[in-house]
Each structure stands twice: as C-alpha cells, then as structure tokens.
C-alpha cells in the first residue's frame, strides 16, 4: 500500500518509505527544468538558450514569492486538520487553497504582463537575449494558471502521503513535456512559428495533463475521505485566519528573502579577487544538482511536522527531524569525499588551458564541500519550523540563514582579513556551519517550549473527552 499516515507512531519506516520515492523523484524534477531547454538546444539554431531560460525563471520566481506566501500558509494550516483527522477544516482549507492558487495564477498572469518586462530591464543582458525571454513570457503568462494550481496540487498529493499518486503524477508531467516539446517544436519549424513559444506551450499543456490525471483521482475521491471542490471565500469552520495571514506574511518575506540572498551573496563573491566568481560557479555545478534533490527530499518534513502539529505529538515530530538531519548529514558527507577526490577532473573540463584558475577552484572546492554537507543538514530545522506554523520562528531563521549566518561572514572576512579566494572560501565554509549550528538551535529550543505547552495541556483535553 502506498499511502502512508503521517501521525502514526512509526516514523521511521514512515519516512523512509516517503523519502525515498522523494528522492527519486526530485531527480526527475530536477531533469525536468531541462526538457525545454534540451528539445531547443538539438532541433533549432537559438542562441543564448541557457541565459534565456535562467532569466525566464528569476522574472516568474520574484512575481511567486509576492504571492505564494498565502497559499504556502494555507497549506500548513490544512495538513495540521489533516493531522487531527478534522476533516471539515480540513476540506475547506484545501479546497479554498485551491480557489486561492487559481486567484493568484490570474494575478501573477496579469501582473506579469504588467511588470516583466520592468524585471527584465533589470538585469544586464544584450537586447537579444532579453527579446528571446520576452517572447517565451508573452506564452507563459497566458498559461501560468495551469502552472501554479499544478504547484498546489502536487503538494495536496503530498500531503495525503499517497506515494503512488505522487509518482504518477509526476512522471505524467515529465513524459507528457518529453514528448510534447519536440513535436510542438517540429510544427512551429514547420508552419514558420516561434520555436521559443513553442515550447512554453508545450510546458503548459504537459501540466494540464499530469492535473488532469491527479483531478481525476481526487474527484473519485481515491485520495482523501471526502470529495474536494474549489472555494474562493474563506469561511467560519476555520478560526484561525488572523495567526494564518501571519504566517503568510513570514513566508512571503521568505520567499523574497531566498531570492535577495542569492543575489547577494554573488554581488559579495564578486568583491573578491579575480576568478573567485569562476570557482564558486564551478563548484556549485555539482553541489546545485545535489542541494536541489536533497531540499526536495527534505520537504517532506513540512506536511510531516503539520500533521503532526495537529495532534499536538512533539514526540514524532522530534523523531522524524532527528532521522532525517542524520540520514541527510550522512548522505551529503559521503557524496562530499568521491566529489572532492573527483574535482580535478571536471574542473578541467571548465577551465581547460587555464592551470592557474583550475588550481584556485580545486583549493576551493577542497575547503567548502565538507561544511556544505552541514548547510543542506539545516533544512530538515528550517522545515520543521516552517510545518509547525511557527511566525517568529519563520522569520527568525529566514534572517539567521539568509543574512546573519550566510552572508556576513563572507563581508567580515572581505573588509577585515582578506580578499583571495582561500579567504572566500574559509569565510564560507564557516557560514555554512554558523547555519546549522544556529538553525539547531533554535528548533531544539522551540520543541522543548512546545513539549512542555502541549503537555501541559494534555489533562484539560483528557478531562474534557471523559466529560
């Protein structure tokens, strides 16, 4: 059976039966971000193509973090019902999510066509790449809709903990966007069309086949016990709007925050001496792959930590974060060694005729790659906090490991000790501990909290079912 309850005792076996489909799949996802981009780099003569679909993504991603918040919020709240088997909230909340996915779709269509252009004036890039990313936008814009209530939905399978639904789901996407973009490609060749466009089409369409899929699960009602529906107005069933609007505040701020630090971050590396840029970029190659599938493992944690949350277990909530920082810790540790021990290797292929750059990214990369292990280990806190519904804490972390612990190392260490690309890396390599260690922290300090409230008021909830 491939359904799993979160809130059951066994939490172990739980998550290492959801985990590892995760696993997998986040690696199909990850491929999937290169379907398009692939199909047009073999069957047309486009330039630029990778710059293009990069700069496609930041414009849609500013315009998401305006707006998912909320719905990031209302899917917390329903998975914490979920987990208390409060099945009238429950319903309410994730159909109004997915009123609120749609509401947003249409208004990050409109105010894409709006503002895209203004976000893409920002960035410093020939006109030429810029009219490609406009001619892809101008498509996906009309289908955004599609894009993000297929976002919702996949983290509604999620949250049913159905494995099975999950890997269908996603593998019909997948396929559906493999087979579609060459033939999509081949008739626009074929009738004079835009090839770019093409495949934003293409995309759109192999969405709306992996909800259709999913849409029909759901309304067979295979997947929750009871029907979902589509609500656009919030009602009185759920009491708890105020502290919700809260949270999706805190992961708005978030979800800027994300993309701000980045940002950041290379403004602060470029301040560095010449080709520090080059090794970080190199070096990101490799663990950008490894980061991306492990986050998309570890977020399992959110529905996990909710539902328990919602039946007040600090019990299996600890267990599960435990587990998985240990198994995440292990996993990162043991890719860092062959990684590192392999780097001169493909460092040439990115630096071929330039020893000098080649030795500077291998010393780079030799003292980073161990204390990365410990960054991708802080998620599985980070996470935690976030499922638990936790405002302050949110935002506590989102400043801890966004700026404070990641961000003002590397400024110190550039104003007060030194600019080569050792320092750089030095300075990195203690951020990404200053993370970890502060990101424990601070959940091992809201679970004690937690675990005395929750079980202070156990007898109250116990005096009041007897009565």
């Not at 709007?241 to 980045?262: M, Q």
């Amino acid at each position: 059976m491939s359904k799993i309850d979160f809130t059951s005792d066994d939490v172990h076996k739980n998550l290492m039966r959801f985990s590892v489909p995760m696993l997998f799949l986040s690696m199909l996802d990850y491929l999937g971000l290169f379907v398009n981009l692939g199909w047009l780099m073999v069957m047309s003569q486009e330039q630029h193509l990778p710059s293009v679909f990069r700069l496609s993504a930041s414009v849609v991603g500013v315009l998401e973090a305006g707006f998912g918040g909320l719905l990031s919020a209302v899917y917390i709240y329903a998975n914490q019902a979920f987990g208390r088997k409060d099945h009238t909230v429950a319903r309410h909340l994730i159909s109004f999510g997915f009123g609120l996915s749609i509401v947003i779709g249409v208004l990050i269509a409109f105010s894409g066509g709006l503002l895209g252009q203004q976000l893409l004036g920002a960035f410093g890039v020939e006109g030429g790449i810029k009219l490609q990313v406009s001619r892809y936008l101008d498509v996906l814009w009309y289908g955004y809709l599609a894009v993000i209530v297929h976002i919702y939905a996949g983290l509604i399978a999620k949250m049913a903990g159905d494995t099975g639904l999950i890997t269908r789901f996603r593998v019909t996407t997948f396929l559906c966007n493999l087979l579609l973009t060459p033939l999509f490609i081949l008739y626009a060749q074929a009738r004079g069309l835009d090839v770019i466009q093409a495949t934003a089409v293409a995309m759109i369409l192999a969405r709306l086949g992996g909800l259709a899929m999913l849409g029909y699960q759901l309304h067979r009602g295979q997947v929750f016990p009871y029907r979902l529906g589509v609500d656009f107005l919030p009602r009185r069933v759920f009491t708890e709007w105020r502290a919700l609007t809260k949270l999706a505040a805190a992961e708005t701020i978030n979800g800027f925050s994300l993309t701000l630090s980045f940002f950041l971050f290379f403004v602060i590396v470029s301040y560095y001496e010449a080709g520090t840029l080059a090794a970080v970029t190199v070096s990101q190659y490799v663990t950008g792959f490894v980061q991306t599938v492990m986050i998309g493992t570890v977020a399992a944690l959110i529905p996990f930590t909710a539902q328990n949350a919602g039946n007040q277990n600090i019990v299996n909530i600890g267990k599960g974060v435990r587990w998985m920082t240990n198994r995440v810790l292990i996993i990162c540790l043991g890719i860092s060694i062959p990684y590192v021990l392999l780097a001169p290797y493909f460092v040439g292929l990115f630096s071929p005729g330039d020893p000098v750059m080649a030795a500077h990214t291998l010393s780079y990369i030799r003292i980073t790659t161990l204390p990365w292990a410990f960054l991708i280990a802080s998620f599985p806190f980070i996470f935690a906090i976030v499922g638990l519904g936790d405002t302050r804490g949110t935002l506590l972390l989102t400043i801890w490991s966004m700026y404070l612990g990641n961000l003002l190392p590397m400024v110190i260490v550039l104003h007060w000790v030194g600019n080569t690309i050792t320092h750089a890396a030095y300075a990195e390599a203690g951020a990404h501990l200053l993370t970890f260690f502060g990101c424990m922290a601070y959940y091992r300090y809201r679970e004690k909290q937690l675990s005395q409230s929750w079980q202070a008021s156990m007898p109250a909830q116990v005096a009041g079912a007897t009565a």
